[in-house]
């Protein structure tokens, strides 16, 4: 069965420090990856999405991520965080074990940025 | 304005009773989800229906049912086989691939 890991529970960073959170997957074969985001009080949002092509993808909000399919990762990166970027965030796939509607999360990330 | 409704915000049960959560969609999509999330957990599939009239289990569906009716609509009932069932239930649907849109969620708090 497809499963996800993530294995920083909690961060804390300086605001303008830079930030990457771990993410790997389990499934061999094509897999569809994404960050969620999900900011106090308010609902999951799609934070960018991986399906093929460039394996550097760009989100919202400057955050980017990079899958490398050697090491079945899809980490996320921000070169410089900001206050406004404290919330949790969470790793997530899709793929042919569960069908591509069945999509699998990861136990999160809660990142904290002091100011 | 489109999205997913879900109601009650907030509810109380007894043990021993059933409890139905409410998510409604306009924003027609075929897939709809339910997760539950618990605090270091991260989110756990329930059910996803995929079109009217068919759902699947997903990795935590013993004591929960559902029912696909409608395209709009997917109520999640907690039934009292349900072990441990105070927790955060999020609604979700999407038009393709894991491209998840979420409801803000209901929670309930068992007594």
């Known amino acids: 069965a497809q499963s996800v890991s993530q294995h920083n529970h909690h961060v804390i960073l300086s605001e303008a420090a830079s930030l990457e959170l771990g993410c790997n997957y389990s499934?061999?074969?094509?897999?569809?990856l994404f960050w969620y985001v999900q900011y106090p009080g308010q609902h999951l949002q799609l934070l960018l999405k991986?399906?093929?092509?460039?394996?550097l993808v760009k989100g919202i909000k400057g955050f980017e991520a990079e899958f490398i399919k050697s090491k079945f990762s899809f980490n996320l990166r921000k070169p410089s965080v900001q206050w406004s970027d404290t919330a949790e965030y969470f790793c997530?796939?899709?793929?042919?074990?569960?069908?591509?509607?069945?999509?699998?999360f990861g136990t999160g990330t809660k990142l904290q940025v002091i100011p | 304005d489109g999205g997913i409704t879900q109601s009650p915000k907030y509810l109380f049960r007894k043990e021993g009773q059933n409890v139905t959560l409410s998510c409604e969609q306009n924003?027609?999509?075929?897939?709809m989800y339910w997760y539950r999330q618990d605090p270091g957990q991260g989110l756990r599939l329930i059910y996803y229906?995929?079109?009217?009239?068919?759902?699947q289990k997903g990795d935590i569906a013993e004591g929960y049912s559902v029912s696909r009716e409608k395209k709009e609509s997917f109520p999640l009932t907690v039934t009292s086989a349900q072990k441990n069932p105070t927790a955060f239930y999020l609604c979700?649907?999407?038009?393709?691939?894991?491209?998840?849109?979420f409801g803000e969620g209901s929670r309930l708090t068992v007594l």
């Open positions: 979700a649907s999407t038009s393709g691939p894991g491209e998840l849109f």
């Open positions: 229906s995929q079109i009217v009239n068919d759902f």
């Open positions: 924003l027609n999509h075929d897939a």
């Open positions: 997530a796939v899709n793929a042919p074990p569960g069908g591509y509607q069945k999509v699998t």
């Open positions: 991986y399906f093929s092509g460039d394996p």
């Open positions: 499934y061999g074969g094509t897999v569809n």
